[in-house]
């Protein structure tokens, strides 16, 4: 380590930050940015740059996006009177990757996690609360609530706060979560119990 | 990728275009920059224009230097009669690494690689060729050349091709080859049979 120069020693340092960043890898890409063309490095520190400068959240619903409202608010089609509600930007682009989902959409940029600090205060719920106020009250009202945080412990977690919450604050909204099950494609001999359990418990009538 | 705005799904390419990441590491990346404060992230796009400014090739071994003349070419311990000859500055630490070696370096700055365009040309050869030949005039000559390239195709030709061309401006130089054989820590069941053919042929005498 000793051996590199100090500005060589900081963008490895700075590499090794990333998530899934290891030394190895660290030093990999620092040597690559050594090698690379002046133009060809400062690409990478000015998309850096841009997206911090640029990318910024939706005002209504939290999506990451360059202008006021995003792609998904500004449209007219999209119907507002089903809000799904993810944990982050990401979720939201797995849902609109399916091409079946209409309505908006709420990020909450998170969920609960007490053991990482991260309380109710830090997510976006009391702006999901008060655009459901002003959508009831200027006649557009919310008809249903999707709570489509992740299906683990922080997520569900954070569906059954959201809940209690919109329960009590708008009785008679609908309120829906998305299904558990077992995924298609898969089968039950190698699925864990805990799978099948939802599954069974989440089973649908058919006929009859 | 359609839903990630300009922006991002730039910076998602420019991650995508260093070496070992794919996509999916390049949108997590991406991800994280987003997330991150803006401080932390520009820390990132500061250390890579640093390095693009700070750290230049030393005049005289191309070692990575942030002055003028590397660490090592400035150390006056260093024994400037021996010049161990590697590919890469990362060879070069390898090799200080060990703590072993007091010589200088010569940082071809690559290897011979006719199929990705690397001809001797691009390497530092006639800089390690005017070297020797100044030593040599100034009266303090080199005594011994160590060839450091990697033992593999391109490595092995180039440390062919330099000893030919320092045999030929410089008879009487010891040119040396660092040794190939069984690493240290491993056993003949389980190296390729091209190391124990390379373990025997290397074979040294202990006494006798």
Redesign the interface.
């Known amino acids: 380590m000793e ?6 020693q ?2 490895i ?3 090794e ?5 290891g030394r190895k ?1 660290a ?8 090698r690379a063309s ?1 133009d ?13 400068k ?2 910024k959240n939706c005002r209504i619903c939290f999506n ?3 202008t006021d409202l995003c ?1 998904v608010c500004l449209d007219p089609l999209r119907d507002e009177s089903v809000i799904c509600v993810v944990e982050q ?2 979720d ?2 797995a849902i ?2 399916t091409g079946s989902y209409k309505g908006r959409y709420h990020v909450l940029m998170g969920a609960f996690a007490p053991l990482e600090g991260i309380a109710p205060e830090d997510l976006t719920i009391n702006g999901l609360l008060e655009r459901i106020r002003q959508q009831f009250q200027s006649g557009r009202p919310a008809q249903e609530i999707i709570l489509a945080t992740n299906p683990n412990f922080e997520g569900d977690g954070t569906a059954l706060f959201l809940m209690e919450k919109l329960k009590a604050d708008f009785p008679g909204l609908k309120i829906t979560r998305i299904a558990r099950g077992i995924p298609s494609g898969s089968n039950l001999e190698h699925v864990s119990k805990t799978i099948v359990t939802d599954a069974l418990e989440g089973r649908r009538l058919l006929e009859g």
């Open positions: 051996f590199y120069t100090q500005t060589l900081n963008l340092a700075e590499f930050r990333l998530p899934g960043i890898t030093e990999r890409l620092a040597y690559y940015i050594l002046k060809e490095a400062m690409k990478l520190a000015y998309a850096i740059r841009d997206v911090k640029n990318v990451i996006s360059e792609s930007p990401k939201l682009y609109e990757r």
